[in-house]
């Protein structure tokens, strides 16, 4: 990872694909990489959800050649993180693909601290036991928020 020079994250996207379940059905996974650390989290999400909930927040973002890495700098960058942390954390436990548009609404209308909030807990059940325990937390947000 490259780090910037003026002690901001730099933050990078990279979607694969994926082969799950009992059909081995190929889908878009995102796994999230910062400077300072190495992977993060990764979770089942499109990229033209990411991309448009980027464009959405104003974010300042570069990709690459495939357009199958993004990378986010400026002052902004670990908000945005933080958000699409949430974003795909919660976009992976959804089947109705009519809530994303909902789910992603109110995510970019957190504020910080809530935002820090879902962020961490988020990483927390990540950490622990995984994809069930992102859900579980994605599940605690769409209710918290009214959007099941």
């Not at 959405?56 to 890495?69: E, F, L, P, V």
Request: hydrophobic share 40%.
């Amino acid at each position: 990872m490259i780090t910037v020079d003026d002690g901001e994250k730099r933050v990078v996207l990279r979607f694969s694909i994926r082969k799950i379940g009992k059909h081995r059905k190929p889908v878009e996974v995102v796994h999230f990489y910062v400077s300072t650390g190495g992977k993060v989290f990764h979770a089942r999400c499109e990229r033209g959800v990411i991309s448009s909930f980027l464009e959405r927040m104003n974010g300042a973002m570069s990709r690459s050649r495939t357009s199958k890495t993004i990378y986010l700098e400026g002052a902004k960058a670990e908000e945005l993180l933080r958000k699409l942390i949430i974003l795909a954390g919660c976009r992976q436990c959804l089947r109705a693909p009519s809530k994303i548009s909902e789910v992603a609404e109110v995510i970019a209308g957190l504020g910080e601290f809530e935002a820090i909030f879902w962020y961490s807990k988020i990483l927390e059940e990540y950490e622990k036991r995984g994809f069930w325990g992102v859900c579980r937390v994605a599940k605690a947000f769409r209710v918290l928020y009214r959007i099941d």
